[in-house]
């Protein structure tokens, strides 16, 4: 059965504090690997996608990360408005179609 | 560029009421999703259109939950009668053309049902 899981589900940073979060997938016919972030009330905003392992994409203070089995997001030097929970998805292709399956997410709480 | 809009933001029901949800996508996006979000959870797809054709609607609940495109453009979803476990927050997105390529989410409709 497809499946994509985040971990931790919750992670707390003081301000500057680096760290990672992490996404591992088991899915028949991997298409992509997307990171989103999701801020209260709202849809979720695009960040990256990676299509092949060994593949790395960067944005401000984040980079995401791909393996054959994971995928991480590393967070440097972390602000109060990096705040948010991060949502990973994977594109897979079976006989139904070709659809998005995202995990569960990661809740980042950054203090100053 | 406009994103994606959806309308109502909130919506409280009570159980078998009916209910209907409204989404226009990106201009010239011809693919459009209905994701549902329960809380706590990542998006689960609900049902994939290209133009006003279904793609995939493999989770879509069909005895209770129906969508539809009529001209290619905006999108209806609707929930007839409604259950308690419908409660979440409903997503629409938008992609050019392929899933391969980003989607982009609206705001999403919160619902209620008591």
């Known amino acids: 059965e497809d499946q994509v899981t985040q971990s931790p589900e919750a992670l707390r940073l003081q301000e500057g504090e680096s760290s990672s979060l992490n996404c591992s997938y088991t899915?028949?016919?991997?298409?992509?690997l997307f990171w989103y972030r999701q801020d209260p009330g709202k849809g979720p905003e695009f960040l990256f996608t990676?299509?092949?392992a060994g593949e790395e994409k960067e944005k401000e203070r984040l980079k995401a990360t791909l393996t054959k089995k994971e995928s991480f997001l590393h967070i440097t030097a972390p602000k109060p408005e990096d705040s948010a929970t991060y949502l990973c998805?994977?594109?897979?292709?079976?006989?139904?179609?070709?659809?998005?399956?995202f995990g569960k997410g990661t809740t980042l709480s950054v203090s100053s | 560029e406009a994103g994606v809009a959806q309308s109502p933001r909130y919506k409280i029901i009570e159980k078998r009421q009916s209910v209907a949800f409204w989404c226009n996508p990106i201009?010239?996006?011809?693919?459009l999703y209905w994701y549902q979000q329960i809380l706590g959870q990542g998006p689960k797809l609900l049902i994939q259109?290209?133009?006003?054709?279904?793609?995939?609607d493999s989770q879509l609940p069909k005895d209770r939950f129906s969508a539809e495109r009529l001209k290619g453009v905006d999108s209806t979803l609707k929930i007839q009668p409604a259950k308690l476990e419908d409660s979440a927050v409903y997503l629409c997105?938008?992609?050019?053309?392929?899933?391969?390529?980003?989607?982009?989410f609206g705001p999403g409709t919160r619902l209620l049902v008591l």
């Open positions: 997105a938008s992609s050019l053309w392929h899933p391969q390529e980003t989607q982009y």
């Open positions: 899915v028949s016919g991997l298409r992509g």
């Open positions: 990676l299509y092949s």
């Open positions: 998805a994977v594109l897979r292709a079976n006989q139904a179609g070709t659809a998005l399956i």
């Open positions: 201009s010239g996006h011809a693919t």
């Open positions: 259109f290209q133009n006003n054709g279904v793609v995939d």
